[in-house]
């Protein structure tokens, strides 16, 4: 399984980005997607996460600003950053709850990260 993250970038604050996440490989279902981020220095956190069955979660500091959403049938996850800020400079990671064709329970797999960049 593949998660390949596209969109990132340099913005200045105030302006908008949208993130795209695509799983590939053999992939059987998935049971939710997210994104998470980790600034320089610090932890790695949730941004945001959506299920199949369109519930969606958001960390607080990105709520109202953030839009989580997917294509099911194209296993893609997108983030809508909106009104962003210098604080939201971060690597961005994609995240899958995966189950493969091989194995029977969910795994979580990662994307590589796409580096996000907001100028004051």
């Known amino acids: 399984v593949q998660l390949q993250a596209s969109g990132g970038g340099l913005v200045q604050a105030g302006g908008s980005l949208r993130l795209s996440c695509a799983a590939s490989?053999?992939?059987?279902?998935?049971?939710?997607m997210a994104w998470y981020r980790q600034a320089p220095g610090k932890q790695r956190e949730l941004v945001a996460l959506i299920t199949t069955d369109d519930n969606t979660n958001y960390a607080g500091s990105v709520k109202g600003r953030f839009t989580i959403s997917s294509d099911n049938a194209k296993n893609t996850v997108y983030l809508q950053m909106d009104s962003l800020k210098p604080e939201d400079t971060a690597v961005y990671y994609c995240?899958?709850?995966?189950?493969?064709?091989?194995?029977?329970?969910?795994?979580?797999?990662w994307g590589r990260g796409t580096q996000v960049t907001v100028s004051s």
């Open positions: 490989g053999s992939i059987f279902s998935i049971r939710r």
């Open positions: 995240n899958a709850d995966v189950r493969t064709y091989r194995f029977g329970t969910f795994s979580p797999y």
